[in-house]
T-cell receptor, first 109, second 116 residues
Framework: AQRVTQPEKLLSVFKGAPVELKCNYS??????LFWYVQYSRQRLQLLLR??PRESIKGFTADLNKGETSFHLKKPFAQEEDSAMYYC???????????FGKGTLLTVNP | DAMVIQNPRYQVTQFGKPVTLSCSQT?????MYWYQQKSSQAPKLLFH???????NEADTPDNFQSRRPNTSFCFLDIRSPGLGDAAMYLC???????????????FGPGTRLLVL
């Protein structure tokens, strides 16, 4: 079965520390993958997609087909990065995203 | 500059009483989606419209219906809400077209449904 896993429900880091939010998938072929983010009291929005070398707000995500992972990374976390992050593979080419359960990132001062 | 608008933001209904949630968009996007998000869970796709073509997810209960009278509006009808239908309902849009769904989905703020 096609599945996306975000193993960490909660992740807490200090400001300036590196952060990595994990995402593993079990999709056949070459899935398209996205990271969506929801800041407090804001709507869900796209953070970044699987485009090589794309960096948004200092975040990057590399697709590792061997490990079937699409981890989200940032070298120096900021307090404003505190949010819920969802990994979302695209199912086939028919406009359907499947969201992981999400990781709540808290960046402490 | 709200692009995907959902009304109301909070909706209270009674067990078994039909309820309709509304979504409108100013983006002129071809695709509109409805997601259900229960507490501490991921958004779950219920169905989507590509223009007038309705696409239901296999596990969406029959209790949930949708209408899209024009490009701008899409409605979620819950015919007989149960206590288990209490959730946040998210509307989203995407452009559609040759990208095959790879483009961004734009979300509304959601409507929180409470069933008494």
């Amino acid at each position: 079965a096609q599945r996306v896993t975000q193993p960490e429900k909660l992740l807490s880091v200090f400001k300036g520390a590196p952060v990595e939010l994990k995402c593993n998938y079990s999709y056949s072929g070459s899935p398209e993958l996205f990271w969506y983010v929801q800041y407090s009291r804001q709507r869900l929005q796209l953070l970044l997609r699987h485009i090589p070398r794309e960096s948004i707000k200092g975040f990057t995500a590399d697709l590792n087909k061997g490990e079937t992972s699409f981890h989200l990374k940032k070298p120096f976390a900021q307090e404003e990065d505190s949010a819920m992050y969802y990994c979302a593979p695209l199912r086939g080419s028919n406009y359907k995203l499947t969201f992981g359960k999400g990781t709540l990132l808290t960046v402490n001062p | 500059d709200a692009m995907v608008i959902q009304n109301p933001r909070y909706q209270v209904t009674q067990f078994g009483k039909p309820v309709t949630l509304s979504c409108s968009q100013t983006l002129n996007h071809n695709v509109m989606y409805w997601y259900q998000q229960k507490s501490s869970q991921a958004p779950k796709l219920l169905f989507h419209y590509y223009d007038k073509d309705f696409n239901n997810e296999a596990d969406t209960p029959d209790n949930f219906q949708s209408r899209r009278p024009n490009t701008s509006f899409c409605f979620l009808d819950i015919r007989s809400p149960g206590l288990g239908d209490a959730a946040m309902y998210l509307c989203a849009t995407s452009r559609g077209g040759l990208a095959g769904g790879k483009e961004t989905q734009y979300f509304g703020p959601g409507t929180r449904l409470l069933v008494l």
